[in-house]
């Protein structure tokens, strides 16, 4: 004997089946789309459109796209859900239109950890903005990241020749910037 669940999923397949050979009717669909505008939508379509509206939530809220990997957005496994994407793509298996859905949210990257310098930088740009120079006490924190510890690294791996070029450049473009400022 079939519990309600599974008579209502079967009763949802069966409405899915009939929207998909066009034998659905235009109040049965309607009716149907008030209730869940993604009804019609495949199991796999659907966790990919959730997917898609918990990182706009995600990401009009933190103002970035780095989600840890536990993070849940609402009943969404966002953090899992956006690690996947990111696999799928540098494996090659994400789809050019999924990948095109992915770069029209603004602040989506490819790679959380070269974003990680970006939003490090974008944080000391505020604190420069704010202080008007760049000696970040080493214990403070702008916008969630441990600003002074992280100019401190720079520094450090400046003073041992193993920053990359790039990074220094960056930091060089930026003139409050000094490679002598340690603040403790």
Known sequence: MMDAAQTGARSLAALRAKNRLGTLGRLE???????????AMSAADRAWAEGLLALDVFIAR????????GHLEGDAALGLWASSCRRDFNAGRLTD???AELLSRPLWVWSVFGDSFA?????????????????????????DIPLGKWCGWQRSAYAAGTLPALREDALNARPEWSWEHDVT
């Open 97 to 99: 239109a999924r990948a």
């Open 29 to 39: 669909a309607a009716v149907m789309a008030e209730l869940d505008p993604l009804w």
């Open 119 to 143: 939003r490090s930088l974008g944080a000391l740009d505020l604190f420069i903005a704010r202080a008007g120079h760049s000696a970040v006490p080493h214990d403070h924190v702008e916008a």
């Open 62 to 69: 933190e103002g970035h796209s780095v989600i840890p990997l």
